[in-house]
C-alpha cells in the first residue's frame, strides 16, 4: 500500500514537476537548476562516504562504503549530454555502492552545448586510464550509466575494443540513450512517458552532435559493431520513451554472441533507479546490478582511493 502510495507520488511530481522544464525552449541553464534543485531532496545511502577528487583535470566524485570490497564502478551520469551531475545522481549512485560495496567514481564530465562530441567520450577515456594508473585492474573496473551517460559507457567501450585495449570486467546501462540521430522513429507513445519528451531529446542530440563527428558510432552507439563487448546489464522501463533502444541494443548484441542480461521493469519510468531509497522498485533493482558486477568482476584486492 505505502509502495504504491510512492510510486504513484513520484510520477506525478516527475510528470509536473520535471517534464514541463524538460522541453524545448527552456534555456538549459535553468534545466540544470532545476534538475539539481528537485535532486538535492534525494535520498543518501547511509554511512557511504562521499568525496571529490581532480583527476586528470576531471572532477571526480568518490563514494565509498563502510565495507568496500574489490573493485570499481566508473559511472556516468544522465542528462542528455547536456543537464546533470554527479549531485543530480547522489541516491543512485550512494546505494549503488552501498549494495555493491564497491567505490563508484562519479565523472563529472563536460555537457554540450558549451563541450559537443567528443569533448565527453575523451574525458571519459582518459579517466578510464586514470582509473588504470590507480591500481585497478581491467577486471576489477565495471563502467556503468543511465540514459546519456549509458551511452557514453557503451561508447567508451566500443573506442576501447576498437584500439585493441583491455576492457573492463561489464557494462551496466539503466535506460540508456543510444539513438541520438533516430534513424528508427519510435513507435511509442510518448505522453506516457512521465519525464521526457522526444522534442527535447532532439534539441539535446543537436547540441551534441554540433561538433566534428568523424566516427558517428562514438557518438550514437546503437549504430556500433557490438562483437567483442564485456557482459552487458541493460535495465529499462516498460513506461519511456527509450524503451526501443535498449531493446533493439539486446537485439544487435545477441545476433553476434554478445552476454547480455536484460531486465525490463514494469510500469516505470526513465531511470526509476534514481528514486532509490524511497521506491523499493529502485533499491532492488540497483541489487540486481550488484549482483552482476559479483557474477562478473573478479574478486582481487584493488586500491580505495579518497580524497
Not at 538549459?28 to 534525494?42: D, M
Not at 565509498?64 to 547522489?90: D, E, K, M, N, W
Not at 557514453?152 to 584500439?163: P, T
Amino acid at each position: 500500500m505505502l509502495q504504491a502510495l510512492i510510486k504513484r507520488s513520484l510520477r506525478v511530481s516527475l510528470r509536473y514537476g520535471v517534464k514541463p522544464i524538460l522541453k524545448a525552449g527552456i534555456p538549459i541553464p535553468i534545466q540544470r537548476q532545476w534538475v539539481e534543485f528537485i535532486a538535492s531532496f534525494g535520498p543518501i545511502a547511509p554511512n557511504v562516504k562521499v568525496s571529490t577528487l581532480d583527476l586528470s583535470g576531471i572532477s571526480v566524485d568518490v563514494l565509498v562504503p563502510p565495507s568496500c570490497g574489490p573493485g570499481v564502478v566508473l559511472y556516468f551520469h544522465g542528462g542528455a549530454y547536456c543537464i546533470g551531475s554527479p549531485r543530480t545522481h547522489q541516491s543512485l549512485t550512494s546505494h549503488l555502492a552501498h549494495y555493491a560495496q564497491a567505490a563508484v567514481w562519479v565523472a563529472d564530465y563536460s555537457r554540450a552545448p558549451e563541450a559537443p562530441f567528443p569533448v565527453a567520450l575523451n574525458e571519459a577515456h582518459r579517466l578510464y586510464e586514470t582509473v588504470l594508473s590507480r591500481g585497478f585492474e581491467p577486471a576489477n573496473i565495471v563502467l556503468a550509466g543511465d540514459s546519456a551517460g549509458g551511452g557514453l559507457a557503451l561508447a567508451l567501450a566500443v573506442k576501447l575494443r576498437d584500439e585493441g585495449r583491455s576492457l573492463p570486467a561489464g557494462l551496466v546501462l539503466l535506460s540508456p540513450y543510444l539513438d541520438l540521430w533516430r534513424r528508427e522513429k519510435s513507435s511509442y507513445p510518448e505522453k506516457k512517458d512521465p519525464i521526457l519528451s522526444r522534442r527535447w531529446l532532439d534539441q539535446c542530440a543537436r547540441h551534441y552532435l554540433s561538433g566534428e563527428v568523424n566516427h558517428p558510432e562514438y557518438a550514437s552507439p546503437l549504430m556500433a559493431d557490438m562483437r567483442g563487448l564485456p557482459p552487458v546489464l541493460i535495465q529499462v522501463s516498460t513506461d519511456e520513451i527509450l524503451l526501443e533502444d535498449s531493446r533493439e541494443l539486446v537485439e544487435k548484441l545477441r545476433s553476434v554472441g554478445g552476454k547480455v542480461s536484460y531486465q525490463e521493469f514494469q510500469n516505470l519510468w526513465h531511470v526509476f533507479q534514481l528514486h532509490a531509497g524511497w521506491l523499493a522498485a529502485a533499491d532492488e533493482a540497483l541489487q540486481g546490478v550488484a549482483g552482476f558486477m559479483r557474477r562478473n568482476a573478479l574478486l582481487k584486492k584493488a586500491a580505495i582511493v579518497t580524497a
